[in-house]
């Protein structure tokens, strides 16, 4: 077991000098399991960040809606193979035959190119997903022709819980509870916010960038419509080394119930996608697939309003680590953690990286995607990147700035180039900088990636 009082005083340590108001965290190695709480897990209640206390998983949810795919797989319902519409005829987009060449594995894998990276409509009920996907066929289109490149999508992720639906006749909220929380053992996991708050749940945070003072979210969990890739699903650390320990392991729960064959929790973190960039981790299905302390490592964080989670699994050592922070500045320590545990194993390097000179004509132009626009100029011998919100209506516009804790604005950026279409932030240490600080351009310039998500150029 990795040294926990270490652990415990890093957590500490780290929230008492950011004002970050709480940290959960928990590992589970080898059979053994701890989990410590710090904090606040309310600023306006002042409730205690408890051990048992739950929070939205965000985007952990990807990893959970794929196991369920698969499990259909495995029942010879589903093929990864098989084009989306062949089982959903109703799935369309914009671009002309752009959802018609997209397969069931590129939903998992982020390689679809759907266009839906801020596309929130809002509806609720059995009906949410069809709704979504009513919507998605009228308004989005594709960055990309399916299994070209990859872009983290949300819509991806969303489609394939309709596919669920379709598949097996059950509402998904209703799928995620029997096929992962039940036979995983995730006893305190639930879908909704009215049995969240029947017990200690904690809210995001959002700090004031002038003073530093933390306020909590007035949006706690988004759009049903999001269920899939992770708007609404909400539980516990232990619920999720529960979770973890399937995949750590052989596809086997606690309890010794198979959640998974052997061969699908290899499929999953097998790599399918490899960008080859630093800020663009391998993909497998549903998992990040890394190489950290020279061991195989697989991750998924979930952003949530004003919060944000991380699971890690490293299935070489039987280990899983779950965390969340009530304020997205944990994010930092998340990263830190998950080189001290990575580190328990093998030598974790740190990235360096120098300026270099770089031709940097054809990377000036407009880069565009679902309801984001971004100008970059080429300036000094580097990038300045303006970056614009433009929502499409009032509804979804609502929904964004409720998670992102107020209106989207952002000064221009300027980026040196550290590399062959790789850009760091300009003024920053390059050395031992974390990977999402980074900006990468693919297919000479025509693509920008960001956080692993793409926008395209376009002519104006």
């Given amino acids: 077991m990795p040294d926990i009082e270490h652990l415990r005083k890093r957590i500490s340590d780290f929230c008492d000098a950011t004002g970050v108001p709480g940290f959960l965290a928990g590992v589970r190695h080898r059979g053994e399991e701890t989990v410590l709480a710090y904090g606040t897990a309310n600023v306006a209640t002042g409730a205690p ?15 959970m809606t794929t196991t369920i795919v698969m499990r259909q797989v495995e029942r010879g319902l589903l093929d990864l193979d098989t084009p989306v519409v062949d089982r959903l005829p109703e799935f369309r987009l914009t671009t002309p035959g752009a959802a018609e060449r997209i397969r069931v594995r590129h939903l998992l ?9 801020l596309f929130f409509p809002e509806a609720a009920g059995d009906g949410a997903l069809a709704a979504y996907l009513a919507r998605l066929g009228r308004e989005c289109g594709a960055l990309f ?7 983290y999508s949300n819509g991806g992720m969303i489609v394939a819980g309709r596919l669920l639906e379709v598949v097996t006749g059950l509402p998904y909220p209703e799928l995620l509870d029997r096929e992962v929380f039940a036979r995983c053992g995730m006893i305190d996991a639930c879908t909704s916010a009215e049995r969240a708050v029947l017990r200690s749940t904690a809210v995001g945070h959002f700090a004031d ?8 979210t007035g949006l706690f969990t988004l759009p049903q419509t999001w269920g899939p890739a992770g708007g609404t699903p909400i539980g516990t650390v232990a619920d999720l080394l529960a979770f973890g320990r399937v ?19 290899t499929r999953m973190r097998t790599v399918t996608h490899d960008a080859g960039t630093p800020n663009t981790p391998p993909i497998g299905l549903g998992w990040l697939v890394r190489t950290l302390g020279g061991t195989t490592v697989l991750t998924m964080s979930g952003a949530s309003p004003g919060g944000v989670a991380v699971l890690v699994v490293v299935p070489e050592h039987d280990l899983v680590f779950a965390a969340y922070g009530n304020d997205a500045r944990a994010l930092s320590l998340h990263d830190e953690l998950l080189g001290w545990l990575t580190g328990e194993f093998g030598e974790v390097r740190a990235p360096s990286y120098t300026q270099e000179e770089v031709d940097l004509k054809g990377f000036g132009g407009t880069y565009r995607s679902n309801q984001l626009r971004i100008e970059v100029r080429v300036v000094d011998g580097g990038l300045e990147e303006s970056v614009t919100y433009e929502p499409a209506d009032e509804a979804q516009e609502r929904v964004f700035t409720g998670f992102a804790g107020g209106a989207f604005t952002a000064p221009p950026m300027r980026y040196v180039p550290v590399g062959e279409g790789l850009f760091a932030p300009a003024g920053v240490p390059l050395e031992n900088l974390p990977a999402h600080y980074l900006v990468s351009y693919h297919g000479g310039a025509e693509f920008r990636s960001a956080g692993g998500r793409m926008t395209r150029r376009v002519a104006v």
Avoid: C, Q, W, Y
Wanted: aromatic content about 4%; overall charge negative.
């Fill in 209 to 216: 960038r002038t003073t530093g003072a933390v306020r909590p």
């Fill in 145 to 151: 022709g399916a299994g070209e490149r990859a872009s």
């Fill in 49 to 63: 960040m408890r051990e048992e206390t739950g929070f939205l998983f965000g985007s952990i949810t990807k990893v």
């Fill in 247 to 265: 995949h750590a392991g052989d596809g086997t729960a606690a309890s010794g119930e198979r959640v998974l064959s052997a061969e699908s929790v």
């Fill in 109 to 117: 894998n982020h390689t679809s190119g759907i266009d839906a990276d």
